[in-house]
């Protein structure tokens, strides 16, 4: 079994709608979760980092954390074409220090 | 203007030859890494450093050799014992961490490497 797994895709959109991509990992000690954004022939850019259970919102992104559950998902309301990228899943885990575990990213296409 | 720089952009490399990919960072931070992505997948670890004159290795360490002379630079090496070094190379940095939060990784704009 990844430490960090998510659903490749891609994962089609309506412009406007509510696109979900979640996250699952592996170890249970895993501490903080991040959400990057990665477009095409890109560096992954930093949307959103949540450490404690619950929801955490900023602008037009929902990070959702269930430790218990071991998954982290990412909401992007009022999707744009803009959004289209693929989204990728890290996990930092207490005992590996500062290291991040990413997942394969999930590819998401928002059409107009 | 603050951030993490590489270069180069683009680089060719044929079989056998060593070569240095360079990542500057002027944001003050401790932590610097070296990940590899290839096409269609994750970030892969392959060298991180915590403070100057260390560092340590991560999942995919052979064939890359790293130094960490000056906190600002964090150089790789691919060498020729890299049996598939064709990939997109990120460099990253991380502040130290504020009262337990989370530890975030801000990344450079990449190299993209190809052996001919």
């Known amino acids: 079994q990844k430490e960090v797994e998510q659903n490749s895709g891609p994962l089609s959109v309506p412009e406007g709608a509510i696109a979900s991509l979640n996250c699952t990992y592996s170890?249970?000690?895993?501490?903080?979760f991040f959400w990057y954004r990665q477009y095409s022939g890109k560096s992954p850019e930093l949307i959103m980092s949540i450490y404690s259970n619950g929801d955490k919102e900023d602008g037009r992104f929902t990070a959702q954390l269930n430790k218990a559950s071991q998954y982290v998902s990412l909401l992007i309301r009022d999707s744009q074409p803009s959004d289209s990228a693929t989204y990728l899943c890290a996990v930092k885990i207490k005992a590996a220090g500062n290291k991040l575990t990413f997942g394969g990213g999930t590819r998401v296409l928002v059409k107009p | 203007d603050g951030g993490i720089t590489q270069s180069p952009k683009y680089l060719f490399r044929k079989e056998g030859q060593n070569v240095t990919l360079s990542c500057e960072q002027n944001?003050?931070?401790?932590?610097m890494y070296w990940y590899r992505q290839d096409p269609g997948q994750g970030l892969r670890l392959i060298y991180y450093?915590?403070?100057?004159?260390?560092?340590q290795k991560g999942d995919i360490a052979e064939g890359y050799s790293v130094s960490r002379e000056k906190k600002e630079s964090f150089p790789l090496t691919v060498t020729s014992a890299q049996k598939n070094p064709t990939a997109f190379y990120l460099c990253a940095s991380s502040p130290p961490p504020l009262a337990g939060g989370p530890v975030e990784q801000f990344f450079g704009p990449g190299t993209r490497l190809t052996v001919l």
């Open positions: 450093s915590q403070i100057v004159n260390d560092f």
């Open positions: 944001l003050n931070h401790d932590a």
């Open positions: 170890d249970r000690v895993s501490q903080s």
